[in-house]
């Protein structure tokens, strides 16, 4: 499991390296692609509520590249601020709940939108989004609050690349029915799963930590 984060900073340095070698040599700045970023991500919103889920599938694809160029962006020109590493959290944060609030609105107010197969009444939607919502946030906050710790806490089985292609996933098989639900339900599952490990992490690295002060 720890080596996870490992994985994934390898994939994204070697999915960013090629954008990055050019952007870098741009007047460009890591906060911009933050907010283009940003904005795109309220275009796909806009363009879930309105069922043109392939499109939007797209799109947040794209906003989550962007999230990924920021920070390589930042770490390569040497441009890494606190307050970029805010605001980029910040959007972030916005963008992810702002997407999941656009699939609720879909599910209640799109006709032809089905949630398990419809054997389960729309009304129940409202449910399943505040529980995606509430275990996303939740492993972001578990991470900041363990950073204010001083404790590095980026382990996880699913942390918001993950959501974010698992919603991908759901809008480009949006025309199959109950895709999106299916994906709220991995979101739902398995990031309680990683606030889980993330507590159990942090649990033992200050245990270990007291056990180092005492020798």
């Known amino acids: 499991m720890v080596e996870l984060p490992r994985i994934r ?3 994204a340095y070697h999915l ?10 741009t007047p460009i700045t890591p906060n911009t692609i933050t907010w283009i970023g940003f904005l795109l991500s309220l275009t796909a ?40 590493t805010i605001l980029d959290s910040t959007l972030d944060r916005i963008s992810e ?5 656009g699939i609720l609105i879909l599910f209640l107010f799109n006709p032809e939108s089905s949630i398990f197969f419809g054997l ?20 972001s906050y578990i991470r900041a609050r363990a950073e204010t710790q001083g404790l590095e806490c980026q382990i996880g089985i699913f942390t ?5 292609i698992t919603v991908t996933l759901g809008l ?14 991995i ?20 245990r270990n930590d007291r056990s180092r002060r005492k020798n």
């Open 97 to 101: 709940a702002a997407l999941l609030l």
């Open 160 to 164: 918001r690349n993950e959501r974010m």
């Open 120 to 139: 389960i009444p729309k009304q129940w939607s409202i449910s399943l989004v505040n529980l995606a919502l509430l275990a996303s946030m939740l492993v």
């Open 45 to 84: 919103v806009v363009l879930v509520i309105t069922n043109n889920l392939i499109v939007a599938g797209i799109i947040v694809l794209v906003a989550g590249f962007c999230d990924i160029l920021d920070g390589a962006l930042a770490r390569s020109t040497n441009q890494t601020t606190r307050f970029g």
């Open 172 to 185: 480009l098989l949006g025309h199959l029915e109950s895709a999106l639900s299916i994906a709220l339900v």
């Open 187 to 206: 979101i739902t599952v398995l990031s309680f799963i990683t606030a889980v490990q993330r507590l159990h992490y942090i649990r033992q690295e200050t």
């Open 9 to 11: 900073k390898l994939m």
């Open 16 to 25: 960013s390296r090629p954008v990055i070698n050019f952007i870098s040599k």
